[in-house]
């Protein structure tokens, strides 16, 4: 009897996988540098040192078309060899842990390094596509070593042009979308993900609101889901540092900012991108719990959202 539960329970899994069309899957949630942290002598630091946590990951989002057995991945992260065995997981029509694009969104350290490991001292992939605005594409074919897995035909860099839809299948527009950031090497960009029935805003890192030639507010209400910048929560965290070197929306400063939104373009909003000293990483810590009865989510790792 307890088989036969087992594998109703199973088959039920299946089905409800198969029934969504398009998904989303959260692949990691934390900012460039990850955790443990290096130079980091917080407790939860040391811990994770001695006890890793898989849901520890870099910011990165996965998405799946079951329809046309697709898949993408945003960010090319440090993580990504987890993060693509994840998508995998996700994935049951992928053969091999290769996804069919990987979206990047700037050239900060836990956006793109991860590259790295399609050459030839590691995965050694067969031209896989990289979409990129024009800047970064630039950066990518006139730097080493990046230009060197362009040249062994690890990676094939296809250009983005703002605004302008990139169809990927029949049920995915995919859309970037600049964003106003540190822009030493190339351009920054947030996606929207543009599914049959749903669309994501994806923005992991941008300047201050008010530095965008868009309203935040009227963004958020033309989607359905926001994925949006929370790298520290207030300006507790980042003690020495100049303020003006790292402009980062602050929680804080989102969550006033957003307040007024009705409760249903709330919930609309999934706080990412967390320093390692942000108190979201916690997700039972009393500022999550702020965030979360103010009416907002907390992305956290394994996150589905049928698009």
């Known amino acids: 009897m307890k088989n036969h539960l087992v594998f109703a329970l199973m088959m039920f899994l299946v089905q409800s996988v198969s029934a969504q069309k398009v998904e989303l899957i959260v692949l990691g949630t934390l ?60 994935s049951p029509f992928q053969k091999d842990k290769i996804p069919n694009g990987i979206f990047l969104t700037h050239a900060h350290m836990g956006h793109y390094t991860g590259l790295l490991q399609l050459g030839k001292e590691a995965l050694d992939a067969k031209s896989e596509t990289v979409f990129a605005m024009p800047k970064m594409k630039s950066f990518l074919e006139s730097n ?17 042009e703002n605004e302008t839809p990139k169809q990927l299948t ?18 920054t960009v947030g996606y929207k993900i543009v599914g049959p029935n749903k669309t994501v805003l994806f923005i992991p890192d941008i300047n201050k609101w008010s530095l ?65 000293t942000n108190p979201l990483v916690d997700l039972q810590s009393l500022p999550s719990k702020k965030v979360k009865s103010a009416g907002f989510q907390i992305a956290r790792v394994g996150m589905q959202l049928e698009l």
């Open 212 to 276: 965008w030639d868009k309203d935040i507010l009227t963004q958020i209400k033309a989607v359905d889901y926001a994925f949006i910048d929370a790298t520290f929560f207030d300006n507790s965290e980042v003690g020495y540092r100049d303020l003006s070197q790292i402009p980062h929306p602050f929680v804080i400063e989102s969550m006033d900012l957003l307040n007024n939104l009705s409760k249903s373009d709330k919930e609309k909003i999934y706080f990412i991108h967390f320093n390692h």
């Open 144 to 160: 080493q070593p990046w230009s060197m897995l362009i040249d062994q035909k690890n990676i094939q860099v296809e250009s983005l």
């Open 31 to 90: 900012q460039d540098g990850g955790m443990p942290h290096i130079g980091c002598e917080q407790k939860v630091c040391r811990e994770l040192i001695q006890h890793p946590d898989p849901a520890k990951k870099v910011v990165s989002l996965g998405l799946i078309d079951h329809d046309y057995q697709k898949n993408y991945l945003f960010e090319a992260t440090p993580d990504i060899s987890s993060q693509l065995s994840l998508l995998k997981e996700y």
């Open 170 to 187: 029949p049920n995915i527009n995919v859309i970037p979308v600049l964003v106003p950031h540190r822009d030493e090497l190339s351009e």
